[in-house]
């Protein structure tokens, strides 16, 4: 338990009368995939708002290496290691691929006194940059205008801009949705690859994906969590099947 | 390759324009240039922050009237010692009015920045720090004297002339490094995707107040070779129809282009001399030249070179 990096207590978010996150307790670890499962408005992308910071919590707390963040604003959060991958594509469009991560990369060594510096060719920035887009499978498409980009490929330049920010902590909101099977079978290996050395927080519907992949499971409805265990645990739940898989599991 | 042809033959251009001998136009282009300063300072915020302030004309007043302010009734101001000062007044003003604004976005961004420029000035307008509303008359030019050595008059048009000219470049030069550097990619990256920007780390807070201060301090130098160039300063300087100006030459010139920033200054001059000389209803002219402007070339006139290009060799947008 206390191998946790990052790890909510009570953690609420309420809108209005409605608890979208409510008493939710997760725990991540490096080198551990931890899944969230959950129908549509269980509160799974709430849950990652809550922890990047991007949504201010009603109630309860969250720790990252033992110290209290719940009041941390997204871009400290980012600093200190915890980057975040978003449902809805979230690039900068004008820019090329390459430019996209540079610039996630440069958030890293941020520089902004060096006025008199050509920001594109400092090396250390341009490898790491370099270095995302390879990983995400991008490489060739380096110099083309995001916009230009196939879906399939700007969601794999959404994640490669996170890796591109050094992160400890990733928390992906679906970043299979919309992909391809060629593509979604890439990303799956993407994550295996990156799992060992990070701890990663993976919203997902794609369930051949989610059992692929995570060590362990926490499944969430109305905002609550139902049930948190292995996999096998979670295949065998009852309430699990009842609440969520129905016929199909 | 092309535009740094086009730059270069502009500038060419611009530095021997006093050789054709009209002061008359020598001290126009002036004005033209000073205004370019003014709108190169604000396309730093629209063009490349995303933040379309309708309250700049206040750095530039603050700018001019800090000259006004210094100089002493019954001699010349020393130009050394006044220009950092009314550049580092209107920066700062600029910072303490940023803290306040950038935090907010879109149309209440607009009207906060309109409400901190009618703020100051009303400043100049109704106090007697100001001199109210007849502004302050400079009975001498500033001197360029600096140890002993006058190396420019500033009395002379045409070395007025040569000073903006060096003034415009400069604040060109210094804008085209600053937004290459990691600070201006990350404004840049602001403008395009704030929301995503501060998820990757950046506290964009601090980078828009910076880039409101720069915008600010730059608007200073202008407003200050402004008063520089025609002895005195009045509220009008810092009014909202001034802040206006300066957008509409952003959006003739085209906005997110440095060059683009300059022509429309240019442009905004020339067509308000123009139509002026025709008709004392000018402004309605100006604003249907403005209309078809936006409509047919919504890029501004800085595009045009690209859209000829394409149309002549069928290319695509880079």
Request: with cysteine.
């Amino acid at each position: 338990m206390s191998d946790a990096i990052l790890a909510t207590h009570g953690l609420s978010r309420r809108f209005g009368g409605l608890m979208a996150v409510n008493d939710v307790a997760i725990e991540l670890e490096t080198g551990r995939l931890h899944a969230v499962l959950g129908p549509n408005g269980a509160g799974k992308t709430t849950l990652i708002n809550l922890l990047s910071g991007e949504l201010p919590a009603s109630g309860g707390s969250i720790r990252y290496k033992g110290a209290d963040i719940t009041r941390l604003s997204p871009d400290r959060r980012s600093r200190i290691g915890i980057g975040r991958s978003f449902q809805k594509t979230n690039i900068f469009l004008a820019f090329t691929a390459f430019e996209n991560c540079r610039l996630a990369a440069q958030s890293r060594i941020p520089r902004p006194l060096h006025v008199a510096s050509d920001a594109v060719a400092f090396a250390p920035v341009r490898e790491a940059a370099q270095c995302a887009l390879d990983a995400a499978g991008l490489a060739a498409r380096a110099d083309v205008v995001a916009s230009a980009l196939s879906h399939g490929e700007q969601r794999q330049l959404e994640i490669a801009m996170v890796l591109a920010t050094a992160p400890e902590v990733l928390l992906l909101d679906e970043p299979l949705a919309g992909m391809g099977a060629e593509e979604a079978a890439r990303m799956v290996e993407l994550l295996k690859k990156i799992t060992p050395d990070h701890a990663l927080l993976l919203v997902e519907h794609d369930m051949d994906a989610v059992f692929a992949v995570a060590d362990r499971i926490t499944v969430m409805v109305n905002g609550q969590v139902l049930e948190s265990g292995s996999p096998e645990q979670i295949r065998a739940s009852p309430a699990v099947r009842q609440a969520y898989l129905g016929e199909d599991a | 390759m092309k535009t740094r042809i086009a730059l270069v033959a502009a500038l060419a251009l611009l530095a021997m324009f006093p050789f054709a001998g009209a002061t008359f136009y020598t001290e126009l282009v002036t004005k033209m240039m000073i205004l370019g300063i003014f709108a190169l300072s604000l396309d730093l915020l629209v063009g490349y922050t995303g933040l379309v302030s309708f309250g700049h004309a206040a750095y530039y007043g603050i700018g001019a009237y800090a000259l006004g302010l210094l100089a002493p009734k019954y001699e010349a101001a020393n130009l050394w010692l006044t220009l950092p000062v009314a550049i580092t007044a209107a920066g700062l003003a600029a910072l303490a009015v940023g803290i306040f604004v950038v935090r907010v976005k879109g149309i209440y961004f607009i009207m906060v920045t309109l409400a901190f420029a009618q703020m100051f000035y009303f400043v100049f307008h109704d106090t007697k720090f100001g001199r109210g509303s007849d502004g302050i008359s400079m009975n001498f030019k500033p001197v360029a004297t600096i140890f002993g050595v006058t190396p420019f008059d500033l009395g002379n048009a045409t070395h007025v002339y040569y000073f903006v000219f060096a003034a415009m470049v400069a604040v060109f030069l210094f804008l085209r490094m600053l937004l290459r550097s990691p600070f201006g990619r990350a404004l840049q990256g602001i403008r395009s995707n704030e929301h995503r920007m501060r998820s990757l780390g950046f506290p964009v807070y601090r980078y828009k107040l910076a880039s409101f201060g720069i915008a600010g301090a730059l608007a200073g130098l202008a407003g200050y070779l402004s008063a520089l160039q025609f002895g005195f300063v009045n509220p009008e300087l810092l009014s909202w129809q001034q802040s206006g100006n300066v957008l509409l030459m952003l959006i003739l010139g085209g906005q997110g282009s440095l060059f683009g920033a300059v022509v429309g200054a240019f442009a905004f001059v020339a067509l308000e001399e123009i139509y002026s000389s025709v008709t004392t209803h000018w402004q309605l002219l100006l604003g249907a030249t403005i209309i078809a402007l936006v409509i047919f070339l919504p890029g501004g006139l800085a595009s045009v070179a690209g859209r000829f290009k394409r149309t002549l060799v069928g290319g695509v947008d880079e």
